[in-house]
């Protein structure tokens, strides 16, 4: 076991990634608080507890960790998986909203969950934090403007609180997912274009390895994050994309 009674917070753990995660990090013996908008029917255990937030609310945030301490005394780790995406729209077609929108929970939320986490991290010496950005913020795809903003803005805020928590024992880590087989995918496609055309003529023929990257990998690159395994890698940027980034 390679989580053993470690207490992490999982975000997004009702989307398509954050279930597997969620499923791998318990079969690794961690203890884990899960996250998400809505979590009705994720049954509760001694090892899992659901908490239904908005993570770009201050207060459902502060919630989420006092909660989580209140039952399990301290956090490990904190997975930031939950986001929105953007369907390709071209930039003078994207309202301050929509982009307000899509850098609030993409962005402000993971910042609202570190700065949570990291008080009870500091009191424990040592924890482990990875945000979840996107492989599109390296290779950018048209008309993703907000999302890959928001993205970019994540990565650097990853590396600011490496290097700001590393005499904390603190690490702080990125994973860029590539094109991945979840709900998602959907909501990056066009008003006008058809998702199931786009999915095999874009989405799988941009993955160099010639398939979609599935929640597993994405689980199982976390796991390794998250463990002693990793105990050296902070400000690390690990794209999990079948080359898509090259
Ligand atoms: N699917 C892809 O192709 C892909 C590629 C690169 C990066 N990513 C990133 O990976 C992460 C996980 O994506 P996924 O594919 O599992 O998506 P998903 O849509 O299946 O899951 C995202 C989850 O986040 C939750 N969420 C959204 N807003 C929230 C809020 N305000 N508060 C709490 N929870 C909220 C949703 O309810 C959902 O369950 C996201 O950050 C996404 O941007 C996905």
């Known amino acids: ?3 053993e009674n470690e207490v992490f917070v999982v975000t997004g753990a009702q989307g398509g990634m954050g279930k597997e995660t969620v499923k791998r990090f318990l079969e690794e013996g961690a203890i884990v608080v899960a996250v998400d908008l809505n979590v009705d029917g994720v049954e509760e255990s001694d090892q899992l507890l659901p908490i239904a937030a908005d993570l770009t609310k201050e207060e459902e945030v502060t919630n989420v960790f ?4 209140a ?6 780790g904190l997975v930031n998986l939950a986001g929105i995406a953007q369907p390709a729209t071209p930039i003078e077609e994207v309202s ?18 570190c700065r949570a986490a990291v008080p009870y991290m500091k009191k424990n010496r040592g924890g482990v934090i990875v945000n979840i950005a996107s492989i599109s913020m390296v290779r950018p795809r048209p008309g993703l403007n907000a999302y890959i903003a928001s993205k970019g803005a994540l990565v650097s805020f990853t590396q600011a609180l490496a290097i700001e928590l590393a005499e904390y024992g603190i690490r ?5 997912p590539g094109p991945a087989d979840t709900d998602m995918l959907g909501g990056f496609t066009a008003k006008e274009q058809d ?8 989405f799988k023929k941009s993955v160099p390895m010639g398939r979609l990257i599935e929640p597993i990998d994405i689980a199982n690159s976390l796991v390794y994050l998250c463990s002693k395994e990793a105990s050296i890698v902070t400000g690390a ?3 999990v994309d079948g080359g898509r980034g090259i």
């Open 1 to 3: 076991m390679r989580l």
């Open 66 to 69: 006092s909660t989580a301490v």
């Open 71 to 76: 039952n399990f005394n301290r956090i490990d």
């Open 96 to 113: 301050l909203a929509d982009w307000e929108k899509i850098i609030r929970v993409n962005a402000t939320a993971p910042f609202l969950t």
């Open 172 to 176: 702080v880590n990125v994973v860029n």
């Open 195 to 202: 998702f199931e055309i786009i999915k095999e003529s874009v």
């Open 237 to 239: 940027v690990l794209n």
